[in-house]
């Protein structure tokens, strides 16, 4: 059975996806795949960790390390401990050189009606994980599947993050799901951005406290994955502070979740 269909077709448990949200260094990645690995035993997941950061609110904040090394950090963790790696990618050439690595290939939210980069992405024949923009309905993420779909590239995943409410708050309309799921492609739930609030500062602030309620709720309604941001300290984390998910604290909230 190919890793898609393994991970998001035929899997009983929801699949999660997991990581810090920034590669900070190489020592901090494989630090986190280690403990992570330990704490997800059991559980069908794939680590997540972004090499940049494109979309930072300030210019003067941490971004990551870059593609080059990011990959090479990548393809270690996915040797070292044997776990399917997914990263963003922000541009038709980032596409086709992150192929080379990961398992999976993600669109970010700002960027799911960019044609040329959601067309290289299906091009890649890896499968695609798209997050709906925090401004579209779930209905309209049909029309960004149809362009990854025009390279035969069938393998996609819709992912909900949360939508724009007024200035400065997201909130999670779970019609969207049910209207991505009615679109035939497996749907995943962001729980860890959903809860972010893009305010008018240098960085985007967060309410970690509704993370584990709207995962419940996004379970309710039947997701096939669930996606968290997690770091061992989420206060010297260098993006994301308030809305990723404490190391130590994240498998006993999958326990609760899943029991």
């Known amino acids: 059975m190919d890793f898609f269909s393994a991970y998001f077709r035929h899997n009983v448990t929801p699949a999660i996806i997991a990581g810090p949200c920034v590669i900070e260094d190489r020592d901090m990645a494989l630090r986190h795949a280690e403990l992570l690995s330990e704490a997800m035993t059991g559980l069908s997941w794939i680590w997540k960790s972004s090499y940049d950061k494109a979309n930072r609110t300030s210019i003067h904040s941490f971004r990551g ?3 080059e090394r990011g990959l090479g950090i990548l393809a270690e963790i996915k040797e070292q401990f044997g776990i399917p790696v997914l990263t963003d990618v922000h541009s038709p050439a980032e596409a086709t050189l992150a192929a080379e690595v ?16 959601l067309v290289a ?5 890896k499968p695609v994980n798209l997050k709906k923009g925090q401004f579209l309905s779930g209905q309209q993420m049909a029309y ?3 362009k990854v779909a025009t390279t035969g590239n069938k393998q996609i995943t819709l992912t909900e993050r949360g939508s724009s409410f007024g200035q400065g708050n997201l909130v999670v309309d ?3 799901i049910v209207d991505m799921k009615a679109l035939s492609y497996p749907v995943i739930f962001d729980a860890t951005h959903s809860v972010q609030l893009p305010v008018a500062e240098a960085s985007t602030r967060g309410q970690r406290q509704f993370v584990e309620p709207l995962a419940a709720a996004a379970l309710a309604v039947g997701v096939h994955g669930l996606f968290f941001e997690v770091h061992e300290n989420p206060a010297k984390a260098l993006s994301d502070k308030e809305t990723q998910i404490p190391l130590a604290d994240f498998r006993p909230m999958l326990d609760r979740l899943f029991s």
């Open 121 to 125: 992405a299906g091009q890649t024949q």
């Open 65 to 67: 390390v870059g593609i």
């Open 102 to 117: 990961v398992d999976m290939i993600q669109v970010p939210a700002f960027l799911c009606r960019q044609t040329d980069l």
């Open 144 to 146: 960004a599947a149809e």
């Open 174 to 176: 779970f019609r969207d």
